[in-house]
């Protein structure tokens, strides 16, 4: 289950940051910028720490459900990991606690992206 959450947040990474250089809004550019910046930091941190748990992952695979409006994505992404919270966290706190700093990137840029532009 890591693997598809890592192949969703690679995806809306790069998607944002193509948006990053094509949208007119200085408030969306500056909220793309950093979604794209923090979600790999953030990514990062939580695959470690799950992999301190469980084991190096599998395979990352292909996105499966691929979009070209990245608040579509970034909204479908979060509800994601909200359904499958417990199945990415395997029961660890921690590894849950990470996980949760993952959706708080993808939250904030929903809010920036709807409010701030």
Do not use: C
Request: proline fraction near 2%; aromatic fraction near 8%; charge should be negative.
């Amino acid at each position: 289950m890591i693997e598809q959450l890592i192949s969703r947040v690679f995806y809306a990474r790069n998607l944002a940051h193509y948006e990053h250089f094509r949208t007119k809004s200085y408030a969306q550019h500056k909220a793309l910028g950093k979604f794209y910046d923090a979600v790999i930091d953030a990514l990062d941190t939580l695959v470690e720490a799950h992999q301190g748990v469980n084991g190096i992952i599998g395979s990352i695979p292909a996105p499966e459900d691929i979009k070209s409006d990245i608040l579509k994505t970034l909204k479908g992404d979060a509800e994601w990991i909200e359904t499958h919270h417990d199945e990415v966290s395997m029961g660890n706190r921690a590894v849950g606690n990470l996980l949760d700093n993952v959706t708080s990137v993808y939250l904030s840029t929903i809010y920036r992206l709807e409010n701030l532009s």
